[in-house]
């Protein structure tokens, strides 16, 4: 397999597939390609009609689109557990999920991921703030019912924690309000092993991109 992604510091939505994939435990390559340059879009043209990253590379198969990749590494996966085990657990996780994918506008697009920036609050506007109550509602709601099953949002680390831990690195860079609870849930995912291993590559590079340097 082969996970076409974007620049680490920025591509969040490169970052979800990479977890996901690298949760499976099966050996891949990856390919960067720069973001907002003359290379990524010729390379990205011959790889996905969206013209986007990521995407997956299965042999003579390309899925694009992170959660359509997610969920066709859980179905050619099944015992990595990417989606809780649980059915209802499952339709809770896959609900955040697609709300995530679908929303969210205010809040991804006035605080863009960016790993390097060092943390400082930035301002933000009223629907913004009607972004980041949604996340901490749902934050809070899945660790309630979580419990003592893990630190993440069904317990173990899923394909719920991938969706969301490029928010907690907004909430974090942008010095967003959180509760106790939801700051050790932050705090859990930037301490997991995969995550420590892409902000490490985040930090070595040295391209920017100027539209998410807010």
Known sequence: MKLIVGNKNYSSWSLRAWLALSLTGTSFEEELLPLDTPEFYERIKLLSP????PVLIDGDLAVWDTLAIIEYLAERFPDAGLWPADPHARAHARSI????????????GQFPMNLRRAPA???KGATADRDTARVREIWTTCRSRAGDGGPFLFGAFSAADCFYAPV???FLTYCLDMSETERAYAEAVMAHPLMQ?????????TAVVDADEV
């Open 197 to 205: 291993a892409w902000c490490a590559d985040a930090a070595k590079e």
């Open 168 to 170: 907690v690195t907004r």
């Open 97 to 108: 999920c697609a709300e995530f994918h679908s929303g969210f506008p205010d809040l991804r």
């Open 121 to 123: 609050p930035h301002p």
């Open 50 to 53: 969206a013209g986007r990253v």
